[in-house]
T-cell receptor, first 116, second 115 residues
Framework: DTGVSQDPRHKITKRGQNVTFRCDPI?????LYWYRQTLGQGPEFLTY????????KSRLLSDRFSAERPKGSFSTLEIQRTEQGDSAMYLC??????????????FGPGTRLLVL | AQKVTQAQTEISVVEKEDVTLDCVYE???????LFWYKQPPSGELVFLIR??????QNEISGRYSWNFQKSTSSFNFTITASQVVDSAVYFC????????????FGTGTSLTVIP
């Protein structure tokens, strides 16, 4: 396994358009996370899944954002009616959640979104 | 509330110098984890180390070492004999079971190693 992958790596769109990003986690990992990172800041949590269940969403995740992980494997993050303020790097991470164990999240290369 | 503070925004050192990156955290949880990640210009966050709150033993890995002190809520990272390839943004992060395992990141420290 080669790690977490994300597609596309870069996306330029016009304000008002919808965009969708994909994340493929490390295959045996049951947790998948989405973060957003703006210039000069650390990543900010958006949402996470355990298997196919979306367990937590940040207040940062407005109604225009939706995430899915339909079969507990890959995940998609969709932004509807994009705004210039949505321009950021969107990072995906995965981890293997165990009762007392693994907490390390492994990150993908990110999708850099620019809204014109 | 969970919070991570990295007060050093940017640091520049000359190659072969030692450098310490500071990280101070806040949490009310008794069980938590601390992490350091490296983000090179390519953008991908690279995992460096994880520490749980019950293990205060310092760790050394090659030129990297970490100093975890619960008494001061700090988890500092030292690079010995810095190299140009160490130039990156370094993030400290905190997670806990109570907080739902999401990570709380600091704002990062941008390290530039000058040849």
């Amino acid at each position: 396994d080669t790690g977490v992958s994300q597609d596309p790596r870069h996306k330029i769109t016009k304000r008002g358009q919808n965009v969708t990003f994909r994340c493929d986690p490390i295959s045996e990992h049951n947790r998948l996370y989405w973060y957003r990172q703006t210039l000069g800041q650390g990543p900010e949590f958006l949402t996470y899944f355990q298997n196919e269940a979306q367990l937590e969403k940040s207040r940062l995740l407005s109604d225009r954002f939706s995430a899915e992980r339909p079969k507990g494997s890959f995940s998609t993050l969709e932004i509807q009616r994009t705004e210039q303020g949505d321009s950021a790097m969107y990072l995906c991470a995965s981890s293997l959640a165990q009762l007392l164990g693994e907490k390390t999240q492994y990150f993908g290369p990110g999708t850099r979104l620019l809204v014109l | 509330a969970q919070k991570v503070t990295q007060a050093q925004t940017e640091i520049s050192v000359v190659e072969k110098e030692d450098v310490t990156l500071d990280c101070v955290y806040e949490t009310r949880d008794t069980t938590y984890y601390l992490f350091w990640y490296k983000q090179p210009p390519s953008g991908e966050l690279v995992f460096l180390i994880r520490r749980n709150s019950f293990d205060e033993q310092n760790e050394i890995s090659g030129r990297y070492s970490w100093n975890f002190q619960k008494s001061t809520s700090s988890f500092n990272f030292t690079i010995t004999a810095s190299q140009v390839v160490d130039s990156a943004v370094y993030f400290c992060a905190l997670s806990s079971i109570v907080a739902g395992n999401q990570f709380y990141f600091g704002t990062g420290t941008s390290l530039t190693v000058i040849p």
